[in-house]
């Protein structure tokens, strides 16, 4: 299920599964859209993978979800359907549009040197 992004990290299988496994815990899910043939969503792949405190953190810290489909479920989308895209959502299934990357027309795209 990691298709790159970590190995070692649990992931959830589906969008909604993450959000019962976030209620439940109490963690946040984070959720990664990217496409395989994507040259940024490769990047930021790789970035994510190499770094030793993101994925401590994704594994403690988070419940974690990576799809290379788009969700049919339109608050996974706030601003459009680009990849790649990470959203989080806390507990309570609100998306926290007041976690966003640099970029205003695409807010919640990262890119390797984002990761810090």
């Given at each position: 299920?990691?298709?790159g992004?970590?190995?070692?990290?649990?992931w959830v299988q589906t969008y909604e599964e993450g959000l019962a496994r976030s209620r439940q815990s109490k963690k946040p899910l984070m959720v990664i859209h990217h496409l395989e043939e994507c040259p940024y969503s490769q990047a930021l792949k790789k970035a994510?993978?190499?770094?030793?405190?993101i994925q401590?953190?994704?594994?403690?810290?988070?419940?974690?979800?990576?799809?290379v489909h788009s969700s049919?479920?339109?608050?996974?989308?706030?601003?459009?359907?680009?990849?790649?895209?990470?959203?989080?959502?806390?507990p309570s299934m609100?998306?926290?549009?007041?976690?966003?990357?640099?970029?205003?027309?695409?807010?919640?795209?990262?890119?390797?040197?984002d990761i810090s």
């Open positions: 299920l990691s298709t992004w970590g190995d070692e990290i649990e994510f993978a190499s770094s030793g405190e401590q953190m994704a594994k403690e810290d988070f419940i974690m979800l990576n799809l049919s479920d339109e608050n996974m989308a706030p601003d459009g359907h680009y990849v790649p895209r990470i959203l989080f959502v806390d609100t998306v926290r549009a007041d976690i966003t990357g640099k970029y205003g027309n695409r807010m919640y795209t990262y890119e390797p040197q």
